[in-house]
Protein backbone atom coordinates (compact mmCIF):
# COMPACT_ATOMS: atom_id res chain seq x y z
CA UNK A 1 0.00 0.00 0.00
CA UNK A 2 1.28 3.20 -1.21
CA UNK A 3 0.56 6.91 0.86
CA UNK A 4 1.38 9.93 -0.54
CA UNK A 5 4.07 8.09 -2.68
CA UNK A 6 5.47 6.41 0.22
CA UNK A 7 5.08 2.72 0.85
CA UNK A 8 4.47 1.64 4.41
CA UNK A 9 8.07 0.64 5.20
CA UNK A 10 9.27 3.98 3.81
CA UNK A 11 6.77 5.65 6.15
CA UNK A 12 7.72 3.91 9.32
CA UNK A 13 11.11 4.31 8.67
CA UNK A 14 11.13 7.81 8.46
CA UNK A 15 9.18 8.03 11.64
CA UNK A 16 11.86 6.03 13.17
CA UNK A 17 14.43 8.52 11.90
CA UNK A 18 12.28 11.47 13.06
CA UNK A 19 11.97 9.57 16.56
CA UNK A 20 16.00 9.14 16.56
CA UNK A 21 16.73 12.92 15.24
CA UNK A 22 13.89 14.09 18.31
CA UNK A 23 15.56 12.57 20.61
CA UNK A 24 18.90 13.23 19.61
CA UNK A 25 18.18 16.86 19.34
CA UNK A 26 16.83 16.38 23.28
CA UNK A 27 20.19 14.59 24.45
CA UNK A 28 21.82 17.76 23.40
CA UNK A 29 19.07 20.30 24.83
CA UNK A 30 19.15 18.58 27.65
CA UNK A 31 23.22 18.22 27.80
CA UNK A 32 23.56 21.85 27.80
CA UNK A 33 20.94 22.96 30.04
CA UNK A 34 22.63 20.70 32.73
CA UNK A 35 25.82 21.81 31.56
CA UNK A 36 24.47 25.36 32.28
CA UNK A 37 22.74 24.40 35.35
CA UNK A 38 25.11 22.60 37.44
CA UNK A 39 28.31 24.32 36.45
CA UNK A 40 27.75 28.00 36.43
CA UNK A 41 24.05 28.67 38.13
CA UNK A 42 23.53 26.36 40.76
CA UNK A 43 26.95 27.38 42.75
CA UNK A 44 26.16 30.65 41.72
CA UNK A 45 22.53 30.03 43.63
CA UNK A 46 24.54 28.64 46.55
CA UNK A 47 26.35 31.56 47.27
CA UNK A 48 24.25 34.24 46.80
CA UNK A 49 22.27 35.55 50.29
CA UNK A 50 18.18 34.05 50.32
CA UNK A 51 16.04 37.11 51.26
CA UNK A 52 13.85 35.36 54.22
CA UNK A 53 10.45 36.64 52.98
CA UNK A 54 10.87 36.14 49.43
CA UNK A 55 8.54 34.08 47.79
CA UNK A 56 8.28 32.69 44.26
CA UNK A 57 4.63 30.93 42.94
CA UNK A 58 4.66 29.48 39.55
CA UNK A 59 1.78 28.12 37.75
CA UNK A 60 1.34 24.85 35.64
CA UNK A 61 2.52 24.55 31.97
CA UNK A 62 4.75 27.20 32.13
CA UNK A 63 2.73 29.73 33.78
CA UNK A 64 -0.69 29.64 33.33
CA UNK A 65 -3.05 31.46 35.55
CA UNK A 66 -5.25 28.32 37.30
CA UNK A 67 -5.49 25.77 39.88
CA UNK A 68 -4.05 26.42 43.38
CA UNK A 69 -1.23 28.61 42.96
CA UNK A 70 -3.49 31.07 40.91
CA UNK A 71 -5.82 30.88 44.10
CA UNK A 72 -3.04 31.23 46.86
CA UNK A 73 -1.76 34.27 44.95
CA UNK A 74 -5.25 35.43 44.61
CA UNK A 75 -5.59 35.31 48.52
CA UNK A 76 -1.82 36.57 49.06
CA UNK A 77 -2.93 39.75 47.10
CA UNK A 78 -6.63 40.28 49.02
CA UNK A 79 -4.49 40.10 52.16
CA UNK A 80 -2.15 41.70 54.10
CA UNK A 81 1.06 39.20 54.74
CA UNK A 82 4.84 39.52 55.54
CA UNK A 83 5.56 37.41 52.53
CA UNK A 84 6.97 39.02 49.09
CA UNK A 85 5.42 37.38 46.53
CA UNK A 86 5.62 37.09 42.87
CA UNK A 87 4.20 35.10 40.01
CA UNK A 88 6.01 33.83 37.44
CA UNK A 89 5.16 32.67 34.11
CA UNK A 90 7.18 32.22 30.81
CA UNK A 91 4.05 33.49 28.95
CA UNK A 92 4.16 36.68 27.24
CA UNK A 93 -0.04 36.56 26.94
CA UNK A 94 -0.41 35.64 30.93
CA UNK A 95 2.68 38.13 31.96
CA UNK A 96 0.72 40.81 30.05
CA UNK A 97 -2.80 40.40 31.19
CA UNK A 98 -1.38 39.62 34.69
CA UNK A 99 0.54 42.83 35.10
CA UNK A 100 -2.60 45.09 34.05
CA UNK A 101 -3.82 44.14 37.52
CA UNK A 102 -0.83 43.44 40.09
CA UNK A 103 2.92 44.37 40.09
CA UNK A 104 4.40 41.25 41.10
CA UNK A 105 4.46 39.72 38.25
CA UNK A 106 7.93 38.06 36.30
CA UNK A 107 7.88 37.04 33.17
CA UNK A 108 10.91 34.42 32.41
CA UNK A 109 13.00 34.52 30.96
CA UNK A 110 14.49 37.71 31.82
CA UNK A 111 16.90 39.20 34.43
CA UNK A 112 14.47 40.33 36.63
CA UNK A 113 13.42 36.81 37.09
CA UNK A 114 16.71 35.66 37.58
CA UNK A 115 17.47 37.87 40.07
CA UNK A 116 14.48 37.21 42.13
CA UNK A 117 14.88 33.49 41.49
CA UNK A 118 18.26 33.45 42.93
CA UNK A 119 17.20 35.61 46.07
CA UNK A 120 14.15 33.02 46.69
CA UNK A 121 13.42 31.45 50.17
CA UNK A 122 10.37 29.47 48.94
CA UNK A 123 9.28 28.33 45.89
CA UNK A 124 5.36 27.28 45.50
CA UNK A 125 4.12 25.39 42.54
CA UNK A 126 1.24 23.13 42.02
CA UNK A 127 2.55 20.57 39.21
CA UNK A 128 5.55 18.38 38.04
CA UNK A 129 6.61 20.78 35.33
CA UNK A 130 7.84 23.42 36.86
CA UNK A 131 11.80 22.86 37.07
CA UNK A 132 12.42 24.13 33.23
CA UNK A 133 14.50 27.00 31.76
CA UNK A 134 17.21 26.01 34.56
CA UNK A 135 14.48 27.07 37.03
CA UNK A 136 15.74 24.23 39.32
CA UNK A 137 19.12 25.19 39.16
CA UNK A 138 18.32 28.94 40.11
CA UNK A 139 15.93 27.83 42.87
CA UNK A 140 18.21 25.27 44.38
CA UNK A 141 18.66 26.41 47.51
CA UNK A 142 15.05 27.57 47.88
CA UNK A 143 12.61 25.45 50.43
CA UNK A 144 10.15 24.09 47.73
CA UNK A 145 6.79 23.57 48.72
CA UNK A 146 3.92 21.15 46.68
CA UNK A 147 0.46 22.13 46.88
CA UNK A 148 -0.52 19.33 43.83
CA UNK A 149 -3.38 20.23 42.01
CA UNK A 150 -6.18 17.51 42.87
CA UNK A 151 -7.27 14.16 44.90
CA UNK A 152 -9.12 11.13 43.51
CA UNK A 153 -8.38 7.96 42.96
CA UNK A 154 -5.39 7.68 39.77
CA UNK A 155 -1.86 6.00 40.77
CA UNK A 156 0.62 8.85 39.97
CA UNK A 157 4.06 9.48 40.23
CA UNK A 158 6.07 6.53 41.92
CA UNK A 159 2.60 4.49 42.46
CA UNK A 160 2.21 4.64 38.73
CA UNK A 161 3.95 1.76 37.19
CA UNK A 162 4.83 4.29 33.66
CA UNK A 163 6.12 6.58 35.60
CA UNK A 164 8.55 4.10 37.46
CA UNK A 165 9.30 2.41 34.09
CA UNK A 166 10.65 5.91 32.83
CA UNK A 167 13.11 6.24 35.52
CA UNK A 168 14.22 2.30 35.15
CA UNK A 169 15.37 4.09 31.50
CA UNK A 170 18.78 5.37 32.28
CA UNK A 171 18.53 8.23 30.03
CA UNK A 172 14.51 9.42 31.18
CA UNK A 173 16.39 8.79 34.49
CA UNK A 174 19.16 10.48 34.17
CA UNK A 175 17.26 13.35 32.48
CA UNK A 176 14.63 13.81 35.57
CA UNK A 177 17.86 14.13 37.78
CA UNK A 178 19.90 17.14 35.41
CA UNK A 179 16.82 19.06 34.99
CA UNK A 180 15.47 18.37 38.73
CA UNK A 181 12.50 16.29 37.66
CA UNK A 182 11.73 14.81 40.84
CA UNK A 183 13.03 17.08 43.43
CA UNK A 184 12.16 16.15 47.38
CA UNK A 185 10.06 18.88 48.30
CA UNK A 186 9.99 20.66 51.76
CA UNK A 187 6.72 21.04 52.29
CA UNK A 188 4.00 18.68 50.50
CA UNK A 189 0.21 20.39 50.78
CA UNK A 190 -2.38 17.36 51.19
CA UNK A 191 -5.82 17.86 52.35
CA UNK A 192 -6.76 15.28 54.77
CA UNK A 193 -5.01 12.04 56.76
CA UNK A 194 -6.31 9.79 54.40
CA UNK A 195 -4.76 10.56 50.68
CA UNK A 196 -1.50 12.08 53.08
CA UNK A 197 -1.06 8.50 54.32
CA UNK A 198 -2.29 6.05 51.06
CA UNK A 199 -1.36 8.69 47.79
CA UNK A 200 0.92 11.72 48.43
CA UNK A 201 3.42 10.49 50.80
CA UNK A 202 4.01 7.29 49.26
CA UNK A 203 4.19 9.14 45.86
CA UNK A 204 6.05 11.98 46.58
CA UNK A 205 8.32 11.61 50.39
CA UNK A 206 8.25 14.85 51.75
CA UNK A 207 10.30 16.10 54.07
CA UNK A 208 6.50 17.47 55.60
CA UNK A 209 2.99 17.11 54.92
CA UNK A 210 0.53 19.06 56.53
CA UNK A 211 -3.49 18.23 55.43
CA UNK A 212 -4.59 22.31 54.80
CA UNK A 213 -6.62 21.70 52.02
CA UNK A 214 -6.98 23.60 48.63
CA UNK A 215 -7.07 27.30 48.18
CA UNK A 216 -9.06 27.07 44.67
CA UNK A 217 -11.80 25.87 47.37
CA UNK A 218 -12.27 28.44 48.91
CA UNK A 219 -13.34 30.43 46.20
CA UNK A 220 -16.28 27.63 45.19
CA UNK A 221 -17.29 28.96 48.40
CA UNK A 222 -16.46 32.70 48.71
CA UNK A 223 -16.33 34.72 45.60
CA UNK A 224 -13.93 37.37 44.50
CA UNK A 225 -13.74 39.54 41.44
CA UNK A 226 -10.44 39.02 41.12
CA UNK A 227 -10.84 35.21 40.36
CA UNK A 228 -12.58 36.07 37.13
CA UNK A 229 -9.19 36.79 35.25
CA UNK A 230 -8.35 34.18 33.31
CA UNK A 231 -12.22 32.93 32.19
CA UNK A 232 -13.58 32.39 29.23
CA UNK A 233 -15.70 35.93 30.10
CA UNK A 234 -18.22 34.70 26.78
CA UNK A 235 -19.65 31.53 28.22
CA UNK A 236 -19.45 32.99 31.97
CA UNK A 237 -22.11 35.64 31.10
CA UNK A 238 -24.26 33.56 28.69
CA UNK A 239 -24.20 30.54 31.88
CA UNK A 240 -25.20 33.68 34.35
CA UNK A 241 -27.70 35.11 31.75
CA UNK A 242 -29.54 31.28 31.34
CA UNK A 243 -29.05 30.50 34.99
CA UNK A 244 -31.49 33.40 35.40
CA UNK A 245 -34.10 32.35 33.10
CA UNK A 246 -34.36 28.88 35.28
CA UNK A 247 -31.93 26.72 32.94
CA UNK A 248 -30.29 23.93 34.80
CA UNK A 249 -26.26 23.69 34.17
CA UNK A 250 -24.25 21.20 33.50
CA UNK A 251 -20.95 20.81 33.53
CA UNK A 252 -19.00 18.04 31.61
CA UNK A 253 -15.44 17.45 32.77
CA UNK A 254 -13.25 14.47 31.44
CA UNK A 255 -10.19 13.42 32.02
CA UNK A 256 -7.24 13.37 29.69
CA UNK A 257 -6.95 11.45 27.03
CA UNK A 258 -4.24 11.46 24.37
CA UNK A 259 -4.40 14.26 21.44
CA UNK A 260 -5.73 11.44 19.01
CA UNK A 261 -8.42 11.12 21.13
CA UNK A 262 -11.37 13.31 20.99
CA UNK A 263 -13.54 13.87 24.31
CA UNK A 264 -16.86 14.14 22.36
CA UNK A 265 -17.00 11.18 20.38
CA UNK A 266 -18.90 9.65 23.07
CA UNK A 267 -21.80 11.69 22.60
CA UNK A 268 -24.02 12.46 19.47
CA UNK A 269 -24.37 16.11 20.04
CA UNK A 270 -27.11 16.84 17.82
CA UNK A 271 -29.33 14.48 19.83
CA UNK A 272 -27.49 15.52 23.79
CA UNK A 273 -28.70 19.77 21.96
CA UNK A 274 -31.99 18.47 21.33
CA UNK A 275 -32.30 16.91 24.48
CA UNK A 276 -31.04 20.19 26.20
CA UNK A 277 -33.32 21.98 24.65
CA UNK A 278 -36.33 20.26 25.44
CA UNK A 279 -35.37 20.27 29.05
CA UNK A 280 -34.06 23.64 29.23
CA UNK A 281 -30.86 22.73 30.16
CA UNK A 282 -27.36 23.92 29.16
CA UNK A 283 -23.87 21.67 28.65
CA UNK A 284 -20.59 23.23 29.13
CA UNK A 285 -17.89 21.17 27.80
CA UNK A 286 -14.41 21.34 29.06
CA UNK A 287 -11.75 18.67 28.21
CA UNK A 288 -8.20 18.25 30.51
CA UNK A 289 -5.99 20.88 29.85
CA UNK A 290 -3.88 18.71 27.90
CA UNK A 291 -6.70 17.01 25.56
CA UNK A 292 -7.50 18.29 22.27
CA UNK A 293 -11.14 18.51 21.51
CA UNK A 294 -14.26 19.74 18.90
CA UNK A 295 -14.89 23.43 19.27
CA UNK A 296 -18.35 22.75 17.61
CA UNK A 297 -20.81 24.99 19.52
CA UNK A 298 -24.64 24.09 19.03
CA UNK A 299 -27.52 26.46 20.81
CA UNK A 300 -27.80 24.15 24.10
CA UNK A 301 -23.95 23.00 24.09
CA UNK A 302 -20.86 24.84 24.86
CA UNK A 303 -16.96 24.18 24.25
CA UNK A 304 -15.00 26.19 27.07
CA UNK A 305 -11.10 26.97 25.99
CA UNK A 306 -9.29 24.08 27.49
CA UNK A 307 -6.66 26.43 28.76
CA UNK A 308 -9.04 28.58 30.57
CA UNK A 309 -10.29 28.47 34.68
CA UNK A 310 -13.59 27.01 35.13
CA UNK A 311 -13.91 27.05 38.43
CA UNK A 312 -15.51 30.69 38.45
CA UNK A 313 -18.42 28.63 36.92
CA UNK A 314 -18.83 25.85 39.04
CA UNK A 315 -20.61 27.46 41.56
CA UNK A 316 -23.43 27.98 38.87
CA UNK A 317 -23.11 24.60 37.83
CA UNK A 318 -26.12 22.24 38.90
CA UNK A 319 -25.31 18.67 37.77
CA UNK A 320 -21.35 17.82 36.82
CA UNK A 321 -20.59 14.66 34.70
CA UNK A 322 -17.46 13.65 34.81
CA UNK A 323 -15.46 10.24 34.40
CA UNK A 324 -11.83 9.71 35.60
CA UNK A 325 -10.98 13.16 36.72
CA UNK A 326 -10.77 14.49 40.21
CA UNK A 327 -12.74 17.40 39.69
CA UNK A 328 -15.71 15.62 41.37
CA UNK A 329 -14.25 15.96 44.52
CA UNK A 330 -14.08 19.70 44.46
CA UNK A 331 -17.89 19.95 43.42
CA UNK A 332 -18.04 18.07 46.89
CA UNK A 333 -18.02 21.67 48.52
CA UNK A 334 -20.91 22.52 46.67
CA UNK A 335 -22.75 19.41 48.14
CA UNK A 336 -24.49 19.26 44.13
CA UNK A 337 -25.31 15.66 42.24
CA UNK A 338 -22.22 14.34 40.29
CA UNK A 339 -22.69 11.76 37.42
CA UNK A 340 -20.22 9.55 36.31
CA UNK A 341 -19.78 8.80 32.72
CA UNK A 342 -16.99 5.98 31.74
CA UNK A 343 -18.04 4.63 28.68
CA UNK A 344 -14.30 3.48 27.86
CA UNK A 345 -14.19 1.87 31.38
CA UNK A 346 -12.95 -1.54 30.27
CA UNK A 347 -10.01 0.02 28.17
CA UNK A 348 -9.11 2.61 31.07
CA UNK A 349 -8.87 -0.23 33.90
CA UNK A 350 -6.44 -1.67 31.16
CA UNK A 351 -4.06 1.18 31.76
CA UNK A 352 -3.66 -0.29 36.04
CA UNK A 353 -4.08 3.16 36.49
CA UNK A 354 -6.63 3.40 39.60
CA UNK A 355 -5.41 3.04 43.40
CA UNK A 356 -8.79 2.98 44.81
CA UNK A 357 -12.25 0.63 44.10
CA UNK A 358 -13.53 2.95 41.08
CA UNK A 359 -17.42 2.47 42.18
CA UNK A 360 -16.14 3.11 46.18
CA UNK A 361 -14.65 6.45 45.29
CA UNK A 362 -17.32 7.77 42.66
CA UNK A 363 -20.32 8.60 44.80
CA UNK A 364 -22.67 9.05 42.14
CA UNK A 365 -24.73 7.24 39.63
CA UNK A 366 -22.28 4.94 36.60
CA UNK A 367 -23.54 5.84 32.86
CA UNK A 368 -22.04 3.76 29.97
CA UNK A 369 -24.39 5.17 27.13
CA UNK A 370 -25.81 8.68 26.27
CA UNK A 371 -28.99 7.51 26.68
CA UNK A 372 -28.53 6.19 30.22
CA UNK A 373 -26.31 9.50 31.35
CA UNK A 374 -29.81 10.88 30.11
CA UNK A 375 -32.10 9.22 31.91
CA UNK A 376 -30.52 10.02 34.91
CA UNK A 377 -30.01 13.70 34.18
CA UNK A 378 -34.03 13.63 34.05
CA UNK A 379 -34.13 11.84 37.53
CA UNK A 380 -31.83 14.47 39.04
CA UNK A 381 -32.24 18.09 37.80
CA UNK A 382 -36.35 17.65 36.40
CA UNK A 383 -37.43 14.91 39.30
CA UNK A 384 -35.68 15.75 41.86
CA UNK A 385 -34.11 12.60 42.86
CA UNK A 386 -30.94 12.88 44.36
CA UNK A 387 -29.93 9.38 45.57
CA UNK A 388 -26.54 9.96 46.62
CA UNK A 389 -25.96 12.40 49.11
CA UNK A 390 -25.10 10.11 52.11
CA UNK A 391 -22.26 8.68 49.87
CA UNK A 392 -20.97 12.31 48.92
CA UNK A 393 -20.89 13.03 52.36
CA UNK A 394 -18.84 9.87 53.37
CA UNK A 395 -16.22 10.36 50.45
CA UNK A 396 -16.27 14.47 51.29
CA UNK A 397 -15.11 13.65 54.79
CA UNK A 398 -12.52 11.04 53.82
CA UNK A 399 -11.40 13.74 51.15
CA UNK A 400 -11.20 16.68 53.11
CA UNK A 401 -10.36 17.38 56.67
CA UNK A 402 -11.26 21.10 56.78
CA UNK A 403 -14.71 22.12 54.88
CA UNK A 404 -13.88 25.57 55.27
CA UNK A 405 -12.73 28.60 52.86
CA UNK A 406 -9.68 28.87 54.69
CA UNK A 407 -6.92 26.86 53.33
CA UNK A 408 -4.83 29.93 51.69
CA UNK A 409 -5.07 31.33 55.00
CA UNK A 410 -3.57 28.31 56.72
CA UNK A 411 -1.10 27.75 53.89
CA UNK A 412 0.23 31.61 53.75
CA UNK A 413 0.63 31.07 58.15
CA UNK A 414 2.72 27.93 57.62
CA UNK A 415 4.90 30.01 54.40
CA UNK A 416 5.77 32.68 56.66
CA UNK A 417 6.75 30.91 59.61
CA UNK A 418 9.18 28.99 56.88
CA UNK A 419 10.34 32.33 56.12
Known sequence: MTIRGFSSNQKQQRKSSNQSNSLFFDIVKTSLYAFLGWVFI????????KKRNRVIII???????????????????????????????EQKSTYNE??????????????DSITKLLTANIVVVDAMDWQYKLKYHLLIRAKKVQLW???????????????????????????????????????????SDFYSKNTFGPAFCPKRMEDLGYPRNDYLIRQSEKQNINIFMEDHQ????????????????????????KMDNAFDLDHLNDFAKQHHFH????????????????????????????????PQTDLLITDYSSIYMDFLFLNRPVLFFPYDYEQYMEEDNIQFDYNWITPGEKCKTQATLQEQMVKILIEGRDTHKQERQEIFNLAFKYKDANAAKRITKILEELC
Do not use: C
Open 42 to 49: APLAFLIP
Open 59 to 89: GRNKGEYLDNTKYLHLYLSENETKLEYYWLT
Open 98 to 111: LSKHYPNILYHVSM
Open 149 to 191: HGVGFKKILSLNKNFRADLTNFYQNLRAKLVGRTPTYDLFIST
Open 238 to 261: LILAVKKQGAKIITYMPTFRDQNS
Open 283 to 314: FIIKGHILSGGTKQELSNIHFYPNDKDIYPLL
